[in-house]
């Protein structure tokens, strides 16, 4: 039985890949700094012979160790890691601040950075795996107040393609999920800000967003889970170094 180790596994695209793999038959452990949600999680899974919850920050390198340490020593091996933990904010370079980058950066780049540092040890101990960086489609295109946030899922596309480079000789895959705008609590409470700045409730902003996509609906959790699922498992054994976009075809049109 296979072992995945997610971060940010709480809500959202995090909490539909826990859900994913726990379907499929892996264990997983997963840590995220929502307590509340991941306990109702756990609850409504109801296996704790397979899953594990740890609390911790991603921005925390020891929370990290703690974590994969925990999940090693409940199921003895880890084969797999979605680095998914991140956030967003709306800004330009003319009215970020320092603090706000330094968040950003932080918890996007050093965050997935730290989550890598302290699983691929025990990735190589197992013989090899599969890597999956939750990037976004903006590793393909820019998009407007968007400086920091583009900026850093940049960075987790090249850092893709680097460590699909040094380890693939260890027997490691690479991957990264690019999305587009998938109907998450982030991005809830994001579309809530853009909604009171244009004078509109949130719904009417969900059907302007919507209307992007070709399908007229942006995405679901569950949509990008599947395709981490696929990533992670041996089903991708011919792909790394890739980014997959999860994105209603948007930047194709």
């Given at each position: 039985?296979?072992?995945?180790?997610?971060?940010?596994g709480s809500t959202g695209i995090g909490a539909a890949s826990v859900r994913k793999f726990i379907a499929?038959?892996?264990?997983?452990?997963?840590?995220?700094?929502?307590?509340?949600?991941?306990?109702?999680?756990?609850?409504?899974?109801?296996?704790?012979?397979?899953?594990?919850?740890?609390?911790?920050?991603?921005?925390?390198?020891?929370?990290?160790?703690?974590?994969?340490?925990?999940?090693?020593?409940?199921?003895?091996?880890?084969?797999?890691?979605?680095?998914?933990?991140?956030?967003?904010?709306?800004?330009?370079?003319?009215?970020?601040?320092?603090?706000?980058?330094?968040?950003?950066?932080?918890?996007?780049?050093?965050?997935?950075?730290?989550?890598?540092?302290?699983?691929?040890?025990?990735?190589?101990?197992?013989?090899?795996?599969?890597?999956?960086?939750?990037?976004?489609?903006?590793?393909?295109?820019?998009?407007?107040?968007?400086?920091?946030?583009?900026?850093?899922?940049?960075?987790?596309?090249?850092?893709?393609?680097?460590?699909?480079?040094?380890?693939?000789?260890?027997?490691?895959?690479?991957?990264?999920?690019?999305?587009?705008?998938?109907?998450?609590?982030?991005?809830?409470?994001?579309?809530?800000?853009?909604?009171?700045?244009?004078?509109?409730?949130?719904?009417?902003?969900?059907?302007?967003?919507?209307?992007?996509?070709?399908?007229?609906?942006?995405?679901?959790?569950?949509?990008?889970?599947?395709?981490?699922?696929?990533?992670?498992?041996?089903?991708?054994?011919?792909?790394?170094?890739?980014?997959?976009?999860?994105?209603?075809?948007?930047?194709?049109?």
């Amino acid at each position: 039985m296979k072992t995945i180790f997610i971060t940010g596994g709480s809500t959202g695209i995090g909490a539909a890949s826990v859900r994913k793999f726990i379907a499929e038959g892996w264990n997983v452990g997963f840590m995220d700094i929502n307590t509340q949600a991941a306990h109702v999680l756990v609850e409504e899974l109801n296996c704790p012979d397979r899953l594990l919850f740890i609390e911790g920050n991603t921005r925390t390198r020891s929370d990290i160790h703690n974590a994969v340490e925990k999940t090693v020593a409940k199921f003895g091996t880890l084969n797999s890691v979605f680095a998914n933990a991140g956030i967003h904010r709306c800004n330009t370079i003319l009215d970020i601040a320092d603090e706000e980058l330094d968040l950003m950066i932080q918890t996007n780049i050093y965050g997935t950075v730290n989550t890598l540092r302290e699983a691929i040890p025990s990735i190589i101990e197992a013989g090899g795996g599969s890597i999956v960086i939750n990037a976004s489609d903006q590793w393909f295109v820019g998009k407007p107040h968007s400086f920091a946030y583009g900026m850093t899922k940049g960075a987790l596309g090249q850092i893709t393609r680097s460590l699909a480079i040094d380890l693939g000789p260890k027997n490691i895959r690479v991957n990264a999920v690019c999305a587009g705008t998938i109907r998450t609590p982030l991005v809830d409470n994001l579309f809530v800000k853009f909604a009171e700045e244009n004078h509109c409730s949130i719904e009417d902003y969900w059907r302007k967003e919507n209307a992007l996509y070709m399908r007229g609906s942006a995405g679901k959790p569950e949509e990008v889970a599947e395709v981490v699922y696929f990533l992670a498992s041996d089903a991708s054994s011919f792909c790394t170094g890739s980014h997959y976009l999860v994105d209603g075809g948007l930047v194709a049109g």
